[in-house]
């Protein structure tokens, strides 16, 4: 395995990452809520009363590559799966989020920033899975 020095882009990853973390504080400290994305969509697929957070949130997640674009002018992204994967994988995801009571925002960027061992559990859990899942997809069966 080697690294695309070409396409390493370090500051606009910093960049993302400390914007990700400053919505994440944000919104604890403004409204005593964990960013959870799983958790946010799932408020909006069953609303009470009083979900503008939620709807703000994820609104802010759905518009963002536009501003991109519109800022940038281009996003260049390649998927090496086809649709079908993808829908799997998706699904996939969703069933863990409610297996293990989050995401990987709400565990790996909220719940270990509060030290939560629960927490690291679940994140050492999710990496792993997927770290061993595609090595057997990419090694193993060549897919």
Known sequence: MSIDWVAFTPLSALLGGALIGAAAALLMLFNGRIAGISGLVGRLLAPPAGNGEALLFVLGLLLAPWLYLALAGELAVQVDAGPVALVVAGLLV??????????????????????????????????????????????????
């Open 94 to 143: 969703g069933f863990g989020s409610r297996l293990g009571s989050g995401c990987t925002s709400g565990h790996g960027v909220c719940g270990l920033s509060r030290l939560s061992l629960r927490s690291l559990v679940a994140t050492l859990s999710f990496m792993g899975a997927g770290f061993a899942i595609v090595f057997f997809l990419r090694h193993l069966l060549g897919v």
